[in-house]
């Protein structure tokens, strides 16, 4: 967590967000209601003892706290409520310490309407110890109910260090929280102090599909924090972008982690990225249970190898592209492809929106031309992204195709060095 002082954010300027609604809705339901989460909780603690009351009253404040913990079930009704609050105060009675009878007796008293005393009760639990996750809840609530964000941004921090396992529960608050600016620029800070959730956040957040810009927006900004992205999670963002039809920002994000990259032209023209979660923008390789793929490290660069049985073909290696309309130069060199003419491999490219072929270049044996290959391209006006695919296809030799390609390069055709 940051060191300086909190910073309040005012409810007069707190514009309207996911935060507000959805921690308040959230939280509000954990203070009033949302026993499932002190049952488990609870249940722990109390699973070894006996159910009835009177069986642990006379002896332990903790377990008679465990156990009133225990009646707020999802469907508690107004008797259970009661009885849970009196065994709190017997709890409280026995051990002032007892943090759970505490918390558990101001929920209570706030489902019953006397807010004052509900919110004294947890202030007291709170006070007594951080590591009660019903205290966790409701400071939380507590916070975002007075503007403060940096407040319930470090309860958040406390409830995922000492309770790991609720980030499930967390982690869909806070993405969706985060969509506001002001709150994202408050939980840039936090994860900037590297907690123990920090690559867990990222990652759950990088999948989220309900405001990927939003995500894509927090990345670049942890990243000017000094922040290291996980590849998978910026592969995710750029991917789910691109499926959403966002392909401007998709392609903006990109350029953020690949500096230099033109859309004019195919990326990595010598594999030698070696990307372990390549986003759809790198090459991408295709395989199944038949068909086998990879790229591999060479002195030059890289090198893109697939293999595949008899009688067996279909894609092996594609990429994204956003050409502009106009034509261009497909060039590259294969090795070890020695296939007769009906099952040489060829690159095609498609338009991404419905699937259709624009134009097809073919790979020659690689015995011929010294295993160059070279063809043109087409891009029309109405296809702003394209899928380049290398396409393996089927053989009838015993066995079966195989081949490399360490270089394959797409430029405009007017281009100088485009070769």
């Known amino acids: 967590m940051p060191s300086k002082s909190p910073r309040r954010i005012s409810h007069r300027h707190r514009p309207p967000s996911d935060w507000v609604g959805r921690i308040a809705l959230f939280c509000g339901v954990a203070v009033l209601g949302y026993q ?110 007075r503007g403060d964000v940096a407040v319930a941004l470090r309860w958040y921090d406390i409830a995922l260090r000492t309770k790991p396992d609720v980030s499930n529960i967390l982690f869909p608050v806070l993405a969706g929280a985060s969509h506001d600016p002001a709150i994202r620029t408050a939980l840039v800070q936090t994860l900037a102090g590297n907690p123990l959730w920090a690559n867990s956040y990222i990652n759950f957040a990088a999948g989220q599909k309900d405001d990927p810009k939003s995500t894509a927006s927090l990345f670049v900004d942890l990243r000017a924090h000094g922040v290291t992205i996980p590849a998978s999670a910026q592969a995710a963002v750029i991917n789910i972008l691109l499926n959403a039809g966002n392909v401007d920002q998709a392609w903006r994000y990109y350029t953020t982690i690949r500096p230099g990259v033109d859309r004019t032209r195919a990326r990595d023209p010598r594999f030698a990225a070696m990307l372990e979660t390549p986003s759809a923008f790198d090459w991408t390789t295709l395989s199944d249970n038949s068909i ?33 309309p106009g034509s261009y130069r497909l060039a590259g060199h294969s090795d070890g492809i020695a296939q007769d003419a009906n099952a040489l491999p060829y690159w095609m490219l498609t338009c991404r929106s419905d699937g259709s072929e624009l134009s097809r270049v073919p790979v020659p044996d690689s015995a011929q031309a010294r295993g160059m290959f070279v063809g043109t391209l087409t891009v029309p006006a109405n296809c702003p992204v394209q899928t380049l695919t290398l396409f393996a296809q089927p053989s009838d030799k015993i066995g079966g195709t195989s081949g490399q390609i360490d270089r394959v390069a797409l430029a405009p055709l007017n281009a100088q060095g485009a070769s």
């Open 36 to 145: 499932s989460i002190i049952f488990s909780v609870s249940q722990v603690a109390a699973k070894s003892q006996p159910a009835s009351a009177d069986a642990i009253i006379s002896y332990d404040g903790r377990l008679i706290a465990a156990h009133a913990a225990t009646l707020l079930t999802p469907t508690v009704n107004t008797s259970e409520r009661a009885k849970a609050a009196a065994l709190s105060r017997a709890a409280l009675r026995n051990d002032p310490t007892a943090v759970s009878a505490a918390a558990t007796l101001g929920l209570v008293t706030l489902a019953q309407g006397d807010v004052a005393n509900g919110k004294r009760l947890l202030a007291y639990a709170q006070m007594l110890s951080r590591r009660n996750f019903q205290t966790q809840l409701w400071s939380i609530e507590d916070a975002v109910g």
């Open 292 to 324: 086998a793929t990879s790229i591999q490290r060479t002195r030059e660069g890289g090198m893109f190898e697939f293999s595949m049985p008899a009688s067996i073909g279909g894609p092996v290696l594609q990429q994204i592209q956003l050409l502009p």
